[in-house]
């Protein structure tokens, strides 16, 4: 998998969400590779190729980061700004996908630079649904500067 | 007006030392005129005896002369003494002899015949008196020598026809004439021959004088004695005496007897003084018994008020206090003289600082603020004052300050419990203030909680179910797949009610926002989401009437909520009706608009109303009409939180009315 370019950064801790998640996509025909990172922690040390990603080449970023709030060790908002106040990553299409309705959350995942921000929603009809649209557009639609050259 | 009291007034003393200067005076004029008097008598009377000497040296002379004439007697040595001047100074050389006045007499000429009739010194004054003043008959001088004084009559001998006789040509006169006398010859008529000259010596006026003044000096001084006492006697009964009274009068006033008359009878000038002091003495007892009760009554005032009053001259540093200041300050008006420096000493270092700036800053300003003091009167422990006062300038320039002073310790006590008291609620309310916040905080992360992880198992139940129904339904018995649309089915419902709850608990927290609303784009909008949500239950021809409504001051979001959940409500028990209509409009109220909204639908029994707005509570089955029994809570919270009401009119089956109002009371 790590030969394999990498496509989609999933950050999730719950596995339920990850398969769910993983299953949308399918259902979508979403074919991009995708890796799971199971906290906060593991997403920056892949991203950044830190401790046991050290390894992999920092050329490679992924096209999409999907991004849980609710993480152990180091939470999806403090992911975020890190990604953000990065020139290297700030680039990168970050999608919050959580089942946080906060306010306090949506406002201040904007103020540090989210490029959407989804609420799961419980009826796996309507996540198919935005899944989709969301993988339709930040994978397929969306022009960036890794995409265009 | 120096009086000696109980004693002579010093005015009789003065009366008297007037009066007897005034007697000594008069005396000593009476007696100077008297004795003016007296020598004048004196002197006329013997101007008076020297004429009568000359009258009768004159007859004298004459009765000789015709005497001698007439009787022919020859001219001889014998009858020689017969002829009037010498017969004249033989009398008067017997005169002496036989007259113990020493009156002297005799005619004398500057050429005398006899040489005892030469004339002396004065004689021959009088002579040349004569001479000169030919007009004159008579000479009266007084003469000092120092042997003897007396006084000089005169009076001419003019020479007459018949002395022409043994005067006139020698040749002519008798022959004994011619023989005896070289001299008295040639005189012609009108000639001045000599004088008669009369001495009376001083002496005998003196003694006249002495004799006069003997008798006269003390009837005058008896007189004047009299007169004096008499005077004194009136002075003493018509004026001191009444005076004394007077005075006994105005010292029984003084001493507030003024039922005490006065004795004085009369209608004079002093006793209608004295009824006039009678008069005043009543008007003063009068005034004196009013100014009594009236000053009784402000004491009376102070001591109920605890408020006394003072006034301070600054310069001469004179204090004056009420009755009620002295309790106050707990002065003993027996033991304590008021002053400032008195007053200073009831107050501790602090205090007396404060005072002494606020005096400073008072007499700076010419204005006396307000003053709160603690004083120790050694009664009660702490004592606090209130001192208020205000300035005057009198003509002198001096600083007059006169205020009051007002016992607040009971109110000072209370302001302090009071002020305890605040602190405490304070503090408690501080207490149940972070309580709350920490409760608020509690309930933050409890909805996070289970927004976030209800959600996760929920969708993972709906989710999976989901994907076994349409993935694996091929081997799954039509049993288990009607299970698993029943799990996916409450999962879903379980997904709407977290929601629910979620948005009804953060009602509380969510700030409000309020503006002026149109109602009328707010409600096109919630209708026209409502009919696109295929979740929403609703007849398509269901008939929908907006009167004009007036704007509300409103949460825009908050409205939205309100309005959404009022009109689903009424789509959804309307769509059952075969004619379903719903209707919103307003009325107006003291309280500005009532709004409602109308619907023809089930309605409900009025007996369960006030389970309406409650969590949870339904009236109406789940398999009649779905709900979760938190729309209307949320209503009811979000219009509470606007200060608004919201109540509801029904019946079975004949509709219901929704009112709510967004600001104040329904009536």
């Known amino acids: 998998m790590s030969d394999q370019a990498i496509e989609i950064l999933l950050v999730e801790d719950n596995p339920n969400d990850v398969e769910l998640t993983l299953h949308a996509l399918k259902k979508n025909h979403i074919k991009n590779p995708v890796h799971v990172a199971r906290d906060g922690a593991e997403a920056l040390d892949f991203i950044f190729c830190r401790g046991t990603y050290a390894q992999r080449d920092p050329n490679t970023k992924p096209r999409l980061i999907l991004l849980d709030l609710k993480l152990p060790k180091v939470d999806g908002l403090e992911v975020l700004e890190q990604l953000k106040s990065d020139p290297k990553t700030r680039s990168i299409p970050v999608v919050i996908l959580t089942s946080s309705r906060e306010e306090a959350d949506i406002v201040k995942s904007y103020q540090l630079g989210v490029n959407s921000y989804i609420v799961k929603p419980v009826d796996l009809e309507q996540f198919v649904q935005a899944t989709g649209q969301l993988g339709m557009y930040w994978l397929v639609m969306n022009q960036t500067q890794s995409s265009t050259k | ?667």
């Open chain 2, 1 to 667: 007006m120096e009086y000696i009291l109980g004693g002579e007034l010093s005015l009789k003393y003065k009366i008297i030392s007037a009066t007897g200067i005034l007697f000594t005076f008069f005396l000593l004029t009476a007696s100077w005129f008297e004795f003016i008097e007296v020598k004048s008598i004196s002197q006329t009377r013997i101007l008076q005896e020297a004429r009568n000497v000359k009258g009768l040296m004159m007859a004298t002379r004459f009765v000789y002369h015709h005497q001698f004439i007439d009787s022919e007697l020859p001219l001889n040595d014998k009858t020689l003494g017969f002829l009037p001047a010498h017969a004249l100074s033989k009398i008067s050389v017997n005169f002496n002899q036989q007259h113990q006045d020493q009156i002297t007499f005799n005619n004398v000429s500057t050429a005398p015949r006899n040489d005892n009739n030469q004339a002396n010194k004065t004689e021959q004054q009088a002579i040349d008196f004569f001479k000169e003043s030919p007009q004159q008959t008579e000479y009266f001088q007084l003469v000092e020598t120092p042997d003897s004084s007396y006084y000089q009559y005169a009076s001419p001998l003019w020479v007459k026809e018949y002395c022409l006789q043994c005067h006139g040509d020698r040749q002519q006169a008798p022959l004994t004439i011619q023989q005896r006398y070289l001299t008295g010859f040639n005189y012609t008529l009108g000639d001045l021959r000599g004088i008669i000259s009369v001495r009376i010596p001083v002496k005998q006026s003196y003694e006249f004088i002495i004799d006069q003044l003997q008798i006269n000096l003390p009837i005058i001084a008896v007189s004047l004695i009299s007169l004096f006492v008499l005077m004194y006697w009136l002075l003493q009964t018509s004026i001191i005496h009444r005076l004394q009274l007077l005075l006994t009068t105005a010292n029984n006033i003084r001493h507030g007897h003024y039922d005490q008359k006065n004795a004085i009878k009369g209608n004079d000038e002093i006793a209608r003084l004295a009824k006039d002091i009678d008069r005043m003495s009543q008007a003063i007892a009068s005034r004196e018994s009013g100014l009594k009760k009236s000053q009784q009554r402000l004491a009376n005032a102070q001591r109920i008020a605890h408020l006394g009053n003072w006034d301070w001259d600054a310069q001469t540093r004179t204090l004056f206090c009420s009755d009620e200041t002295y309790r106050i300050l707990g002065w003993n008006p027996a033991e304590t003289y008021p002053s400032y420096r008195a007053f200073l000493s009831c107050l501790n270092p602090t205090q007396r600082k404060k005072l002494r700036q606020h005096l400073k800053q008072s007499i700076h300003d010419r204005f006396f603020s307000d003053l709160e003091l603690r004083v120790n009167n050694n009664q009660h422990e702490p004592c606090y004052i209130r001192v208020r006062g205000e300035i005057e300038i009198d003509q002198q320039s001096h600083l007059l300050f006169s205020g009051t002073i007002q016992d607040i310790t009971a109110v000072k006590l209370t302001e302090q419990k009071i002020n305890a008291l605040n602190l405490g609620l304070e503090k408690k309310v501080q207490e149940r203030t972070e309580a709350l916040a920490l409760a608020n905080k509690e309930l933050e992360s409890f909805s996070y909680s289970v927004s976030h992880d209800l959600r996760s198992p929920l969708r993972a139940i709906s989710g999976f179910s989901q994907i076994l129904l349409d993935d694996h339904s091929s081997e799954l018995s039509k049993e288990a797949q009607r299970y698993l649309q029943l799990v996916a089915g409450n999962s879903t419902t379980m997904g709407i009610l977290i929601d629910d709850l979620l948005n009804f608990s953060r009602l509380n927290r969510h700030s409000l926002n309020k503006q002026q609303v149109e109602m009328r784009p707010q409600i096109d909008h919630v209708i026209r989401e409502l009919f696109d949500d295929p979740q929403q239950l609703k007849q398509p021809n269901v008939e929908i009437i907006i009167d004009q409504l007036p704007p509300c001051y409103a949460d825009p979001a908050l409205l939205k909520q309100v309005l959404t959940n009022l009109i689903s409500n009424a789509l959804k028990f309307s769509h059952k009706q075969a004619a379903p209509r719903i209707e919103i409009s307003s009325q107006p109220s003291t309280k500005g608009p009532v709004y409602f909204i109308r619907d023809n639908g089930a309605g409900f029994d009025m007996q369960y109303a006030k389970k309406l707005f409650s969590v949870f509570q339904r009236l109406h089955h789940q398999d009649e009409f779905s709900g979760t029994g938190v729309g209307l809570a949320t209503v009811q919270r979000i219009i509470s939180r606007h200060g608004g009401q919201i109540w509801a009119e029904s019946a079975p089956d004949q509709g219901a009315t929704f009112y709510f109002t967004f600001e104040g009371a329904h009536e």
